[in-house]
């Protein structure tokens, strides 16, 4: 009887709720096991056992008015917005959870692929405070252009052009969450502090500084979403609104070379952000339910 409310349960969830499940289920399991011996981890499990909850109210509400044309257009954002809290929550989890940080193998990577060169250490001290407004400015913009993706799918397109595009953001969340959780890392900035001249930035780079530091420091450096999403919704509209995809295109690449240039990503990182987004747009059709819900147009 259990097995068969179990899957009765989950039959409720679409497939992108399914993975912001999976992800919280993960979590919770790491935050358990890690618990008796790390007792700060008890107010994480709170904090994961709320979004739990709510997703678990989300799609009882969904799935009770599938038939609307509200829940047609909002229930996409709700994998979504599991995704969104656990980025912000994941600032510290890893760091307390797990016995192991990555940046010294990361750190290494990049030299290899680099014939020796560490690029954050070889790009220290070349960069004048114009360039370091101007990369502040790229990587400042990512924030407007996600949010920006994100009306414009709300508003700006067909069902199932919709859901295909939030459910791979969801796929691309729940895969660099993985590398968030097992290979906790927080970049060249903290890594390499005591090597690096400070960056003598202006306005902009000082609103990077106060954003990372409101959305817990420095962390999660393997992989980069700020490129894996970047490109994700760039190379999703190529295909779909090509002019839209080219006017991405300067953003995108702004966006790369700041996460490196402001020294917040390896170029490892950068390279499985890209792989990450690619896999998640391929595998995105599977996400998608193969017929809309009722009230919804295909």
């Known amino acids: 009887m259990r097995f068969a409310a179990l899957r009765t349960l ?5 497939r992108p709720e399914l993975l912001a499940l999976g992800t919280l289920v993960l979590v919770l399991v790491v935050v358990a096991v890690r618990s008796p011996f790390v007792p700060g981890l008890a107010g994480e499990w709170r904090i994961h056992s709320g979004i739990l909850v709510a997703l678990l109210l989300f799609v009882g509400l ?5 038939s609307s044309a509200f829940w047609v257009v909002v229930r996409p954002l709700g994998a979504l917005g599991v995704m969104f809290a656990l980025y912000f929550s994941l600032a510290t989890v890893p760091f307390e959870a797990i016995p192991w940080e990555a940046d010294g193998l990361l750190f290494d990577v990049d030299r290899l692929l680099f014939g020796g060169v560490s690029p954050s250490l070889w790009l220290d001290g070349r960069l004048d405070r114009w360039q370091v407004e101007l990369f502040s ?4 913009l990512f924030i407007p252009y996600l949010y920006l993706s994100l009306v414009v799918g709300i508003l700006g397109r067909e069902h199932r052009e919709r859901e295909r595009l939030f459910a791979a953001l969801v ?3 729940a895969l660099a969450f993985l590398g968030y959780l097992f290979v906790p890392a927080r970049g060249p900035v903290v890594f390499l502090a005591d090597q690096l001249q400070p960056l003598a930035g202006g306005f902009f780079h000082g609103q990077v500084l106060n954003a990372v530091e409101a959305s ?3 962390h999660g450096a393997m992989p980069s979403l700020h490129l894996g999403i970047s490109l994700l919704v760039c190379r999703f509209d190529l295909k779909v609104n090509r002019l839209r995809g080219l006017i991405y295109i300067p ?3 702004g966006i790369l070379f700041a996460t490196v240039l402001l020294r917040y990503h ?5 390279l499985v ?4 987004a690619g896999l998640a747009l391929k595998h995105s059709r599977g996400l998608v339910q193969s017929a809309p819900p009722a009230g919804g147009r295909s």
């Open 171 to 173: 796929m691309l969340y």
């Open 273 to 276: 952000g890209a792989l990450l």
């Open 137 to 140: 400015f790229c990587y400042a």
């Open 266 to 270: 390896w170029v490892v990182d950068l």
């Open 10 to 14: 989950l039959s409720r969830f679409t």
């Open 216 to 218: 817990g420091g420095p």
């Open 251 to 253: 953003l995108v690449l």
């Open 62 to 66: 969904a799935h009770r008015g599938r």
